[in-house]
């Protein structure tokens, strides 16, 4: 069935340090997203990436469709990074499949 | 430009009642998606609508039911409830399918 698969399930930096996270889905996409949840449950856009390569600020992504992995790299963390950022995915006509989410934990 | 609004923020209720949760669509998107998520999990897609009409269903008892009105806001109804319907209660709108989706704060409801 359909898959999406995200690593490391947790991560603690310290601040400043930069990161890479990972998602890996089973099948072709035709949206794939990037979240991050704050404490609240919130779920804030971070990159609308089926394919390509997107930056924003400190953030950016990576989608290599073709072998249906995507990558967030966050640079030079700050605390208020802290929280879990999930990958979702479309497979044709379904919804958004979520990932279990990394949880990121930044330390001062 | 207003974004996905959701109410209430949180709800306590009690085993066997019905709830009743609201969405309002970012403006101009005609596609409202539902989610629950548990304690520790990614959010599980429950139903989504388009066009007032149900859009597709995950894997969810019919005690959870939908609507969606002419404006393209929606709800979610769920009966008799149970103590695993605690969650966090997602809405996300799009402009149809396979477009970037946005996100409501949630509805945190509690079952007792």
């Known amino acids: 069935g359909i898959q999406v698969e995200q690593s490391p399930p947790d991560l603690i930096l310290q601040e400043g340090a930069n990161s890479t996270l990972r998602c890996n889905f089973s099948d072709s996409v035709n949206n794939l997203q990037w979240f991050h949840q704050n404490p609240w449950g919130q779920l804030i856009n971070l990159f609308y990436?089926?394919?390509g390569t997107k930056q924003n600020g400190r953030l950016s992504a990576t989608t290599v469709a073709t072998e249906r992995y995507s990558l967030l790299y966050i640079s030079s963390s700050q605390t208020t990074d802290s929280g879990v950022y999930f990958c979702?995915?479309?497979?044709?006509?379904?919804?958004?499949?979520f990932g279990k989410g990394t949880r990121l934990s930044v330390i001062a | 430009e207003t974004g996905v609004t959701q109410s209430p923020t949180h709800l306590i209720k009690t085993r066997g009642q019905q709830v009743t949760l609201r969405c309002s669509s970012q403006?101009?998107?005609?596609?409202v998606s539902w989610y629950q998520q548990a304690l520790g999990q990614g959010p599980q897609f429950i139903f989504q609508y388009y066009r007032e009409e149900e859009n597709g269903r995950g894997n969810f008892p019919p005690r959870f039911s939908g609507l969606q009105f002419p404006n393209y806001s929606s709800e979610l109804n769920v009966n008799a409830l149970e103590l695993d319907d605690s969650a966090l209660y997602l809405c996300a709108s799009s402009l149809t399918g396979a477009q970037e989706a946005f996100f409501g704060q949630g509805t945190r409801l509690t079952v007792v």
């Open positions: 403006s101009g998107h005609n596609t």
């Open positions: 990436i089926p394919s």
């Open positions: 979702a995915v479309e497979f044709g006509n379904t919804p958004l499949v």
